[in-house]
């Protein structure tokens, strides 16, 4: 095999995974429209609940350009991930899966491959929502569209990441309700998505420890400097270290001598 094979390979898993978004136009509106709702509907309740004290127009730039947008970027991100993560598993009931896997290209390669397709689907749907919300005068320093594009990279691949391991885990398609529910909504919760960890330090120590060293928080940090033209090295070291555990556990899972594949007794599925 050479980087022909390598280059083709890739090219036919990430364009599928396109092409499938592409033709899902439900699935498009439902990932939007889950963070437009806590865009315009929610946000005055979290006004109160901030405590922010500043006139407008600054009050409105504080609250949804610098502490909800970037969360709910990273709330489409995470969606996206499980939303991956439940593709695979219908792959693998459906026996698409076991086509891909028994090809001769290294397993961590296909299973890379998958999650890159599954990034840049989430990178679109995040992209489209800023689209909307810069429409509603909700908007960020131009070049700070530009500098998002790595942080959006990162944290796609470590919440991809995070599917893909859950994915391996997962036997039967009927359990993914469950265990999407069981994983989203404490990640989501106990994070800075919402709100801004010094004000979850007033209301709850634990909390706070929990919220700081939740990848998925550093994720959000990481996106909520780089929309500012700003770099945060602990959001980035943590969202990095996240993604290659998650990605290295993933792999584990998916070989089918090593890991939970073989418990499912679908060796290449």
């Given at each position: 095999m050479n980087l022909l094979h390598y280059g083709l390979a890739m090219r036919g898993i990430v364009g599928r995974e396109l092409l499938r978004f592409l033709h899902q136009r439900e699935r498009f509106v439902s990932a939007l429209v889950r963070p437009l709702v806590w865009l315009f509907?929610?946000?005055?309740?979290?006004?109160?609940a901030l405590g922010i004290a500043i006139s407008p127009p600054y009050e409105t730039y504080i609250l949804y350009e610098v502490y909800i947008t970037p969360g709910l970027i990273g709330m489409i991100q995470l969606f996206n991930g499980m939303q991956s993560s439940l593709s695979m598993v219908y792959d693998r009931e459906m026996g698409s899966m076991r086509m891909l896997m028994v090809c001769p290209l290294p397993r961590w390669f296909l299973l890379i491959s998958k999650l890159i397709a599954g990034t840049a689907v989430s990178i679109l749907q995040a992209y489209a929502f800023l689209g909307i919300a810069w429409l509603y005068d909700i908007r960020a320093p131009l070049m700070g569209y530009v500098w998002i594009?790595?942080?959006l990279l990162l944290s796609g691949?470590?919440?991809g990441a995070l599917g893909l391991l859950l994915s391996s885990l997962i036997r039967q398609l009927e359990n993914f309700a469950g265990v999407m529910n069981f994983v989203i909504f404490p990640v989501f919760f106990m994070s800075t998505a919402l709100y801004p960890l010094w004000k979850i330090k007033e209301s709850s120590e634990w909390l706070y420890w929990l919220a700081?060293?939740?990848p998925f928080s550093q994720a959000v940090e990481l996106i909520r400097f780089a929309l500012y033209q700003?770099?945060?090295q602990f959001g980035f070291l943590t969202t990095a270290i996240a993604f290659v555990l998650f990605m290295s556990l993933a792999i584990l899972g998916y070989n089918p001598s090593r890991g939970m594949m073989?418990?499912?007794g679908g060796g290449g599925e």
């Amino acid at each position: 095999m050479n980087l022909l094979h390598y280059g083709l390979a890739m090219r036919g898993i990430v364009g599928r995974e396109l092409l499938r978004f592409l033709h899902q136009r439900e699935r498009f509106v439902s990932a939007l429209v889950r963070p437009l709702v806590w865009l315009f509907v929610f946000a005055a309740g979290f006004r109160a609940a901030l405590g922010i004290a500043i006139s407008p127009p600054y009050e409105t730039y504080i609250l949804y350009e610098v502490y909800i947008t970037p969360g709910l970027i990273g709330m489409i991100q995470l969606f996206n991930g499980m939303q991956s993560s439940l593709s695979m598993v219908y792959d693998r009931e459906m026996g698409s899966m076991r086509m891909l896997m028994v090809c001769p290209l290294p397993r961590w390669f296909l299973l890379i491959s998958k999650l890159i397709a599954g990034t840049a689907v989430s990178i679109l749907q995040a992209y489209a929502f800023l689209g909307i919300a810069w429409l509603y005068d909700i908007r960020a320093p131009l070049m700070g569209y530009v500098w998002i594009l790595p942080a959006l990279l990162l944290s796609g691949l470590m919440l991809g990441a995070l599917g893909l391991l859950l994915s391996s885990l997962i036997r039967q398609l009927e359990n993914f309700a469950g265990v999407m529910n069981f994983v989203i909504f404490p990640v989501f919760f106990m994070s800075t998505a919402l709100y801004p960890l010094w004000k979850i330090k007033e209301s709850s120590e634990w909390l706070y420890w929990l919220a700081q060293y939740n990848p998925f928080s550093q994720a959000v940090e990481l996106i909520r400097f780089a929309l500012y033209q700003q770099f945060n090295q602990f959001g980035f070291l943590t969202t990095a270290i996240a993604f290659v555990l998650f990605m290295s556990l993933a792999i584990l899972g998916y070989n089918p001598s090593r890991g939970m594949m073989v418990r499912k007794g679908g060796g290449g599925e």
